[in-house]
């Protein structure tokens, strides 16, 4: 356990999920919890990614074998 950093002027201090870095979450901060636009972007990026990608239906993958169409 780590205890909770803090800025000199109260802000609480969390770690960037993007870079890890140190990343001031407070209203100052508009990427919270991220420590940049840059991170904040690729974390977006990445999760729009993962998202597209998810097919809304599974595929009829486990059909049973000798459909009689393809026979
Ligand atoms: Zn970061």
């Known amino acids: 356990m ?3 950093k803090k800025t000199p002027s109260g802000e609480r201090i ?3 999920p993007a870079c890890g870095k140190d990343s001031v979450y407070a209203p100052s ?3 919270r919890p991220f420590c940049s ?3 904040k972007g690729i974390d977006l990026g990445a999760w729009a990614n993962e998202e597209f990608r998810m097919p809304v239906e599974a595929p009829p993958e486990d059909e ?3 459909d009689p169409k393809i026979q």
């Open 37 to 39: 636009a840059r991170c």
């Open 64 to 66: 049973p074998f000798g």
């Open 29 to 31: 901060n508009p990427y």
């Open 2 to 4: 780590v205890a909770s």
């Open 14 to 16: 969390v770690r960037c």
